[in-house]
């Protein structure tokens, strides 16, 4: 009986309730020929990662409040950009503004 345990946190996975996660680098492989594109997905298949449905739920809140606090951050930019500009230095000291 073979037994698989999650990568990230070594609890065993059951059947059929593991996920499989994959990362690679930003850019995007050359593949010309079939044999390139086998030889990628052998490099792929090595490095796929069978988690469970726990690390699975952190990775998926992780991104969630990514995403939430960007949100936050683009409304406080957004705010900034509609204040009101200062004066320039001199329309403030006399007071008077030159039309």
Do not use: A, W
Not at 64 to 84: A, C, D, G, K, Q
Not at 87 to 93: G, L, V
């Amino acid at each position: 009986m073979q037994i698989n345990y999650c990568d990230l946190c070594n609890t065993p996975l059951k059947e059929k309730e593991y996920f499989m996660l994959y990362i690679s680098d930003p850019k995007t492989p050359k593949c010309n020929d079939i044999k390139e594109y086998y030889d990628y997905m052998k490099l792929v298949e090595k490095s796929v990662k069978e988690i469970c449905p726990m690390c699975k739920y952190v990775f998926d809140k992780m991104f969630e409040l990514r995403v939430h606090r960007l949100s936050e951050l683009t409304e406080e930019i957004n705010e900034m950009y509609n204040l009101t500009s200062l004066k320039n230095p001199k329309e403030r000291k006399n007071g008077k503004d030159k039309k």
